[in-house]
Structure formats: C-alpha cells, structure tokens
C-alpha cells in the first residue's frame, strides 16, 4: 500500500455498495484486488489494468495468506477517510462563515457588541466563544461597525417620554447578532466529532480479531461504523444551519430594503442611462444561494436511523457510515458553491460602499478574490467567476 502511494497509483473503487457492517467490504475489495494485481487503477492520470502500472512500476502484486484478505476488507477505512477531509473542509467553513458574518454587520453598519467575549463566556460555549472571538478580531479596526457605547450616545434616552422613535436599531437581526451562537454548534461538534475519528482512525476493526499473545479469538464487531456515520450525520445538521444563517445573510445585504444600498446590489446608473431599469444585479444569484441552502438542508438528514437488514439478516443492523461520510462531502461541496457565490455578493456590496472604512481583514479578502473577478457593472454571466471563487476558497489559507 505504501509503494502505491510512493508511485501514485490509486485503485479505483465504487462510491456507493457499502452499509458500513462488516465495515467497507465492497469498497475495500477493490482495493485489495489491487494489491493482488487485479482490477483497475488511476496510473498517469488515465484508468488502466492495474497489472499494467504494477509490471511499469517494476512492483510484484502480493499473494495473501490466510486471513489478510479479510483483514485488508473488514474496516471502516473509506468511511473514515471520507470523514476526515471533510472535518478538515469544515474547519474552514466555519471560519468563513464567521468572516461572512463580520462584512455583513460590517456593511449593513451593525452593532458590534453581540460578539464581546464577556457575552460569550456567560453563555458559556466553547464553540460560541472561538466564534465570537473571530468576528469580534475582524471587526475591532472596522470604522464601520458601531461601538455600543457610541450607539447609545446616538440613541440618546426617552427623556421621560413613553416613546421615542429612532433611525437607528438599537440590536441587529437574529441572523447577525445570534451568529456566534449558530456557528458555534458547528465548532463545538467538530470537537467532539474529532476525537471520535482519531479514535476510529488509531482502532482495530477486524473481525474476528486475534489477540496474538494468548491466541485468543474474538468473534465481535468493531467493524460497525457507528461512530463515523453518528459524527457525520451531526456535522451535517450542523453545517445546514450555518448555511441556512448564510441564506439569510445574504437577504441582507442584497435585498435593497435592508442594505442601505441598491435593489439586487445593482450599480448606480444615471436617469438617461439605457441600463437603468433593466439590470438584475444579484437577484439569481439569491435565487441560487436559497437553493443550494435547500439541498444542503434535505442531505442533513439522518443517515444512520434508516439501517436496513441484509446478508440473511446475518447483518440485520448497519450503520451506514459510508453513505453518512459521502452526504456530508455532498453537503460541503454545495456549501463552497453557495459561500462563494455569497462572497462576491459581499465584494460587491463593499465596492459600492468604498472600501476605506472597512476592517483591514475584510479588506485583504476582497484583495484577494478580486485578482481573479470583478465588479458587476451591468448584468453578465457569474457561473466562471463562482467556480473560481470556490476553487480558490479549497485552497487558500487566508480564513
């Protein structure tokens, strides 16, 4: 295994054929036929006979002895590959969605005091906390967020007054000042979420296993997938409702009743100018963030409940592990796609503003993802720039 991967040479495996108990089998299977000179792998960037790359990599396919076959199948190594780089993509995801809610209070001229760390140490999270902590770094620079102390002042008092109206919200919407309190579900389900799949990673999952100091055989299950496919499920529930939280952050700052800006973000035209009237600005491109929101909620549903018997009801209760890890990766492919199409949503917006009194942060992002798009100036088509906004959010470490 380890010179397949010194000579790239990657065995092709199905997606889908496996329940998680007896582990991966199917999945796994392929990878062993592999080892033994069968089957097809990725050599060269093409699919070919595996023997073929085997006989150019001068490499011998193994002969299995007694039990190695069944060892290298029975476990829950797809599942939990699969697992681990999205808890990896996740990570980043919540520092996103975090800085996407910064810009926003940001834009919208919010009020920063929902994210002091002394309101989140009341409450008491440490998911929340880390959360608040982040957007409260961004927005400390920002001439644009208002001090509560300074709001207050603005506010004025009712003066022995029963009423008194102001321009001013005295606290933002729950979409903006509940952030923390959302985003911070996720982070702390990565906590936990993450010591389960070490564990899983750093267990023996055969069966049966041998105990080769008094010979003793145990006929048992670890190759159950419990763990991995509970973790995913969860990290799905939580990643839907930072989406979710996105979806109506979005609404925010394009939606012109709330922006203090223009209808869909669109440009500033003059009264003879052809243009005006007729342009969408980013109106599809709510649209498309409502409805990948919408996937995205539909794949958080639990996989591991729906276990179905198989195998002559010898494994009459499954986990499901695998196909939990692979709507979780369904999940963040779709949440790249929704947060990149939001992220030019926030340039724009902050290119109609000016960009002076933003935060340093907000500013270096929009730096760096305007290298490579542009201002909408009038309608045209976005779906290259998306796909190079989430190409470039896989890779960057700027979050």
């Known amino acids: 295994m380890k010179n397949l991967l010194n000579h790239d040479i990657v065995p092709c495996i199905p997606e889908i054929g496996s329940v998680g108990a007896s582990g991966d089998l199917t999945p796994l299977s392929y990878i062993a036929a592999v080892l033994m000179g069968q089957r097809k792998v990725i050599y060269k960037n093409k699919i070919t006979d595996t023997k073929t790359a085997l ?76 959360s608040a902590q982040y957007i409260f770094n961004i927005l400390k620079n920002s001439k644009r967020v208002y001090k509560y102390e300074n ?36 982070r702390d389900t990565l906590k936990f979420s993450k010591t389960w799949i070490e564990n899983e990673i750093n ?83 709510q649209i498309s963030i409502s409805a990948i929101c919408s996937e995205i909620q539909y794949l958080s549903n639990p996989i591991s409940i729906h276990s179905r018997p198989t195998e002559s009801l010898n494994q009459d209760k499954v986990s499901l592990g695998t196909i939990s890890a692979r709507k979780l990766r369904d999940s963040i ?27 340093n942060f907000s500013k270096n992002v929009h730096l760096e993802i305007r290298k490579f798009t542009k201002f909408l100036d009038k309608d045209r088509p976005m779906d290259e720039e998306i796909i190079k906004v989430r190409d470039f959010l896989k890779k960057t470490d700027i979050f």
């Open 333 to 359: 492919d779709l949440a790249y796609l929704q947060f990149s199409i939001h992220l030019l949503a926030v340039l724009q917006a902050m290119d109609l503003i000016g960009l002076n009194d933003f935060s």
């Open 203 to 285: 267990s023996a999952n055969d069966n049966p296993l041998i105990d080769p100091d008094d010979k003793t055989v145990y006929n048992s299950g670890n190759f159950y997938g419990g763990h991995i496919s509970c973790a995913c499920d969860y990290l799905r529930v939580a990643l839907a409702n930072i989406i979710d939280l996105s979806d109506k952050q979005s609404a925010l700052i394009i939606d012109g009743k709330f922006n203090n800006l223009t209808e869909n973000l669109i440009p500033e035209f003059k009264d003879d100018s052809p243009l005006k009237g007729i342009q969408h600005g980013f109106k599809a491109a």
């Open 55 to 130: 006989e150019k990599e001068k490499l011998t396919p193994l002969k299995l002895k007694s039990k190695e076959g069944l060892a290298l199948m029975n476990g829950t190594s797809v599942m939990t590959a699969i697992a681990s780089i999205a808890w990896m993509d996740l990570k980043k995801l919540s520092n996103i969605s975090d800085f996407i809610t910064a810009v926003t209070v940001e834009i919208i001229n919010g009020n920063e005091i929902p994210f002091r760390e002394k309101v989140s140490l009341i409450k008491n999270h440490i998911g929340q906390i880390e």
């Open 151 to 186: 709001l207050l002042n603005i506010i004025g008092t009712i003066q022995g007054n029963n009423f008194k109206k102001n321009d001013r919200r005295i606290q933002d919407r729950y979409s903006v000042r509940c952030a923390p309190q959302i985003n911070g579900v996720l």
